[in-house]
């Protein structure tokens, strides 16, 4: 058994951290001897899986706390797969950003946003093409991917 200190340090993260891990119910010390914590194995490896989580920014405390909790305590599936959802969603808006500012670099105008024909040109008919889409379409989705292709183009 390790004392809160030294678990602390075995993971890599303050004393502080692990209490507030302990209030949150992410993961409890296997004992509790003269109101002092103490951590097994067990713990060890549920405090170093918390940590990588929490450090990747891969999920919240929340949905942390609902993995390591595990299937007795709710679907923590289902918060795993909300997140890889959110995490696909913004792999799409990096790409959308990617694709944006290797246009800016390969156009030869000084100030792309403002000279640029092809790039004007092109936000006249997302424009009007926004203006006889859904509102919900607007900019996102359709919009988005026509960008996306335009600008793949090389035009």
């Given at each position: 058994m390790l004392s809160i200190g030294e678990a602390a340090s075995a993971v890599g993260v303050a004393v502080s951290a692990l209490r507030y891990w302990d209030e949150r119910g992410l993961v409890t010390p296997a004992?509790?001897?003269g109101g002092k914590?103490?951590?097994?194995?067990?713990?060890?490896?549920?405090?170093?899986?918390a940590k990588m989580l929490q450090?990747?920014?891969?999920?919240?405390?929340d949905e942390i706390a609902a993995v390591l909790?595990?299937?007795e305590h709710g679907d923590w599936r289902a918060?795993?797969?909300?997140?890889?959802?959110?995490?696909a969603d913004q792999r799409r808006k990096l790409a959308i950003a990617e694709t944006f500012?290797?246009?800016f670099l390969r156009c030869p105008r000084d100030h792309p946003i403002e000279t640029c024909p092809s790039l004007r040109d092109h936000t006249?008919?997302?424009?009007?093409?926004?203006?006889?889409?859904?509102?919900e379409w607007r900019i996102r989705g359709v919009v988005a991917t026509r960008v996306i292709n335009w600008l793949r183009s090389g035009v």
């Open positions: 004992e509790r001897r914590r103490f951590y097994g194995p067990d713990e060890l490896h549920r405090l170093a899986a450090d990747t920014g891969m999920l919240s405390l909790r595990g299937p918060a795993v797969r909300e997140r890889i959802a959110e995490l500012l290797e246009h006249d008919r997302v424009l009007n093409a926004a203006k006889a889409s859904p509102p």
